[in-house]
């Protein structure tokens, strides 16, 4: 079983809302990540968490606020965002290595709208 | 900064012909991922390269790390509609938690 789940798919948010998006994966990886993706660019990293504790914040503004229950499970709260903020928000996991492969296996996304 | 550079941004070719998708970078990575991505889905791992001057094929698509572990390549023998897509090749720093860096992206269109 390589999959990452996501839920919802897709989101359609008012800038006063509160909402969070949830990821889940069966592998065993330790290290999990959520991604921002903008129309016709690349994945951006957003956090990186390694054993269930927060170790990369790429200076994303509280508004976003990520939280790893267990090894299996993240979720990305959402509150006060702004139009900008609307993307593919993806979520990703891996092993944890200290050097070498690092396959990273996504989800297939939530389409975020925020109106 | 690690940055990867990919070219062409753009490919529109007829189903039959062969291509070439570059990634390079002045900086060394452990580990090379190439993924495709469809419009609104999540990237999809295709392989990952390790060693210098490995080369992984699937099917149709040959790939390459560069002997000194900052560029690769990947090779698309007659082409098909059904390679249309996003192709993201992404390099692994190497630290504990396996960063990823995104090159910009190969849109490709594969035309019947």
């Known amino acids: 079983d390589t999959e990452v789940t996501q839920t919802p798919k897709h989101l359609v948010m008012g800038m006063t809302n509160k909402k969070s998006l949830k990821c889940e994966q069966h592998?065993?990886?330790?290290?999990m990540y959520w991604y921002k993706q903008k129309a016709k660019k690349p994945p951006e990293l957003m956090f990186v968490?390694?054993?269930?504790?927060?170790?990369i914040n790429e200076s994303v503004p509280s508004r976003f606020s990520p939280e790893c229950p267990n090894s299996s499970l993240l979720n990305l709260h959402l509150h006060a965002l702004q139009p900008e903020d609307s993307a593919l928000y993806l979520c990703?996991?891996?092993?944890?290595?200290?050097?070498?492969?690092?396959?990273?296996?996504f989800g297939q996304g939530t389409r975020l709208t925020v109106v | 900064t690690q940055l990867l550079e990919q070219s062409p941004q753009f490919l529109s070719i007829q189903e039959g012909e062969n291509l070439t998708v570059y990634c390079n970078s002045s900086?060394?990575?452990?580990?090379l991922q190439w993924y495709r991505q469809e419009p609104g889905e999540g990237p999809v791992l295709l392989v990952t390269?390790?060693?210098?001057?490995e080369v992984k094929k699937l099917k149709r698509l040959t790939f390459q790390f560069g002997d000194a572990r900052k560029d690769s390549s990947l090779h698309i023998t007659a082409a098909q509609p059904g390679d249309t897509g996003l192709y993201l090749c992404?390099?692994?720093?190497?630290?504990?938690?396996?960063?990823?860096?995104f090159g910009k992206g190969t849109k490709l269109s594969v035309k019947p």
């Open positions: 990703a996991s891996s092993q944890v290595r200290n050097r070498g492969n690092t396959e990273a296996f």
């Open positions: 900086s060394v990575f452990s580990s």
């Open positions: 968490y390694s054993y269930e504790k927060l170790s």
């Open positions: 390269v390790v060693t210098g001057g």
């Open positions: 992404a390099g692994a720093d190497g630290g504990s938690q396996g960063n990823l860096i």
């Open positions: 592998m065993g990886h330790r290290a």
